[in-house]
């Protein structure tokens, strides 16, 4: 298997952990499971950052993509099976649902782009550096 599919399953297996612990911990210690966010944009950023490393800024991005709507459904799967303290007072719809996997979808972009220019900008170091010596 190429290394950067490996970076994608490794990503979904963060989330996958990320989102059953966080949701047992948020009802735990009755701390808003939304809070963890950060966790998830790390993780988004980790998968771009490895991809794009190993292979082109284009996949990088993507894969953090796709690893963001894997996270907007089976991330939410989980964490509705087990009940995460999530704060909402209102039904989620389908509709707000869509709409807030769109919206998250170009975050998620950004936060990829982001992490491939640096993957990008620390090969060009290791190249020079491997040059000079």
């Known amino acids: 298997m190429r290394n950067e599919y490996k970076a994608l399953l ?55 993509v796709i690893t963001g709507l894997f996270d907007a459904t089976i991330g939410l799967t989980i964490s509705t099976y087990l009940q995460a303290n999530i704060g909402l007072e209102h039904e989620m719809t389908t509709g707000y649902w869509v709409i807030a996997v769109l919206v998250n979808s170009v975050f998620v972009a950004i936060v990829g782009l982001i992490a491939g220019r640096i993957a990008i900008w620390k090969n060009k170091n290791r190249i020079n550096a491997q040059q000079v010596a």
Not at 10 to 29: E, K, R
Not at 35 to 58: C, D, E, H, M, N
């Open 10 to 64: 490794i990503g979904f297996l963060a989330v996958v952990v990320l989102d059953t612990v966080g949701s047992i911990a948020s009802n735990q210690f009755d701390f808003n499971y939304n809070l963890l966010w950060p966790g998830s944009y790390l993780i988004y950023g980790a998968v771009s950052f490895q991809v794009t490393k190993r292979s082109q800024l284009k996949k990088g991005i993507l894969f953090s």
